[in-house]
């Protein structure tokens, strides 16, 4: 059985807690976190010992959930890794690209397996597009637009929606294309913490990302907006795919092949042919496929955590690397900081390549077993 033992009783580490409880091959050992009633409730709920520091619950635990705030996770996520604790951590990873860095060479240096909980990664809607996107994973252009909004929630206050909402689709968008970011220009502004005169915790940005191989990503996140959205478009020269990740449904439209092939060309035709043509062209040489769990059986509902928390344990148990990696959400950690400090300084800012040396949907293996 693996001991795993949970650093952060809040809600996310609940959530954790409840999966791991429930998992076959794992025992859960102990929870840690200031927060006495946080702390009191999940060690009754699961009757696992409470800890009141890290020293003490590392002895006890082969790995550690951390799901404690965003700017606790390089201190916490250092000492666990350092003494060999596997480690599924929260996104974002960190809230700087060279802390995220410094965590990510401690996992590899001691070969234990560090996953970070970017969970849409495992929302089957992500998953059953996977076939259709062969091509702009093969590198074709792609233009992609991504919008993920909720109302405020008071959780996340020590970081900005960039990191907090935005960060889940820049890791999606980074895995998916295979070509360098060149450039990003953002913008962004608080509304509940204007009196901290700090961009940093923005609370509505928009950022635009450009990449070597004519990819434009579009990305927009509101953690104070009327409705919930979490929705993307991505568009090639063959098909454009919405994705909507809340319903777990997908959209697909596409030309019929006489389109694709470039065997239709309108400059060619006659005007009376062209008038003729126009009042059904869309329905006859287009078509708009519908993908739901009534249609797809994929698509059924699961339950992404629980997923994440599997790939987690099966990472562990056969030494391999989990789905989203520390060194592949690396990636997702330097945009997101490349477009608040586009935001703060209200201008494009060409993108560090360095901080990428690899394909972003690279794993590294596991120095040792």
């Given at each position: 059985?693996?001991?795993?033992?949970?650093?952060?009783?809040?809600?996310?580490?609940?959530?954790?807690?409840?999966?791991?409880?429930?998992?076959?091959?794992?025992?859960?050992?102990?929870?840690?976190?200031?927060?006495?009633?946080?702390?009191?409730?999940?060690?009754?709920?699961?009757?696992?010992?409470?800890?009141?520091?890290?020293?003490?619950?590392?002895?006890?635990?082969?790995?550690?959930?951390?799901?404690?705030?965003?700017?606790?996770?390089?201190?916490?996520?250092?000492?666990?890794?350092?003494?060999?604790?596997?480690?599924?951590?929260?996104?974002?990873?960190?809230?700087?690209?060279?802390?995220?860095?410094?965590?990510?060479?401690?996992?590899?240096?001691?070969?234990?397996?560090?996953?970070?909980?970017?969970?849409?990664?495992?929302?089957?809607?992500?998953?059953?597009?996977?076939?259709?996107?062969?091509?702009?994973?093969?590198?074709?252009?792609?233009?992609?637009?991504?919008?993920?909004?909720?109302g405020y929630t008071f959780r996340s206050t020590d970081i900005g929606t960039v990191f907090d909402?935005?960060?889940?689709?820049?890791?999606?968008?980074?895995?998916?294309?295979?070509?360098?970011?060149?450039?990003?220009?953002?913008?962004?502004?608080?509304?509940?913490?204007?009196?901290?005169?700090?961009?940093?915790?923005?609370?509505?940005?928009?950022?635009?990302?450009?990449?070597?191989?004519?990819?434009?990503?579009?990305?927009?996140?509101?953690?104070?907006?009327?409705?919930?959205?979490?929705?993307?478009?991505?568009?090639?020269?063959?098909?454009?795919?919405?994705?909507?990740?809340?319903?777990?449904?997908?959209?697909?439209?596409?030309?019929?092949?006489?389109?694709?092939?470039?065997?239709?060309?309108p400059k060619l035709l006659a005007p009376d042919t062209t008038t003729k043509l126009a009042p059904?062209?869309?329905?006859?040489?287009?078509?708009?496929?519908?993908?739901?769990?009534?249609?797809?059986?994929?698509?059924?509902?699961?339950?992404?955590?629980?997923?994440?928390?599997?790939?987690?344990?099966?990472?562990?148990?056969?030494?391999?690397?989990?789905?989203?990696?520390?060194?592949?959400?690396?990636?997702?950690?330097?945009?997101?900081?490349?477009?608040?400090?586009?935001?703060?300084?209200?201008?494009?800012?060409?993108?560090?390549?360095?901080?990428?040396?690899?394909?972003?949907?690279?794993?590294?293996?596991?120095?040792?077993?």
């Amino acid at each position: 059985m693996l001991k795993l033992g949970i650093i952060g009783a809040g809600r996310l580490g609940s959530f954790h807690a409840d999966k791991a409880a429930a998992h076959k091959t794992v025992q859960l050992v102990g929870v840690l976190d200031p927060s006495e009633p946080a702390r009191k409730n999940l060690a009754e709920k699961y009757h696992i010992q409470e800890y009141f520091t890290i020293e003490e619950l590392i002895p006890n635990a082969d790995a550690v959930v951390i799901a404690s705030p965003t700017l606790l996770h390089y201190k916490l996520g250092e000492i666990c890794l350092q003494n060999g604790l596997h480690v599924l951590m929260e996104k974002p990873m960190c809230d700087s690209w060279n802390n995220a860095q410094k965590l990510v060479e401690t996992a590899q240096q001691t070969g234990v397996v560090f996953q970070i909980g970017h969970v849409e990664e495992f929302n089957p809607a992500w998953l059953v597009v996977q076939a259709e996107l062969q091509e702009i994973k093969n590198g074709a252009p792609a233009i992609i637009d991504a919008v993920r909004t909720s109302g405020y929630t008071f959780r996340s206050t020590d970081i900005g929606t960039v990191f907090d909402m935005m960060i889940h689709d820049l890791d999606l968008v980074l895995s998916l294309i295979p070509s360098p970011v060149l450039w990003i220009d953002a913008a962004g502004f608080n509304t509940l913490n204007r009196q901290l005169n700090d961009i940093a915790l923005e609370d509505i940005a928009n950022a635009q990302v450009r990449f070597e191989n004519g990819t434009i990503a579009r990305f927009y996140s509101s953690r104070v907006a009327p409705d919930t959205t979490r929705k993307m478009c991505i568009t090639s020269m063959s098909s454009s795919i919405t994705i909507d990740f809340a319903a777990r449904t997908v959209k697909k439209f596409q030309p019929d092949q006489l389109v694709l092939q470039g065997l239709f060309n309108p400059k060619l035709l006659a005007p009376d042919t062209t008038t003729k043509l126009a009042p059904n062209f869309m329905k006859e040489h287009f078509t708009t496929t519908e993908m739901t769990s009534d249609t797809v059986p994929a698509l059924t509902a699961v339950d992404a955590l629980a997923k994440e928390m599997d790939d987690f344990v099966e990472s562990i148990q056969t030494s391999r690397q989990p789905r989203v990696s520390g060194h592949r959400a690396l990636a997702a950690v330097a945009v997101a900081e490349t477009i608040v400090e586009s935001i703060r300084k209200k201008r494009p800012i060409p993108f560090n390549t360095q901080k990428l040396k690899e394909p972003a949907c690279e794993n590294k293996p596991l120095v040792k077993t």
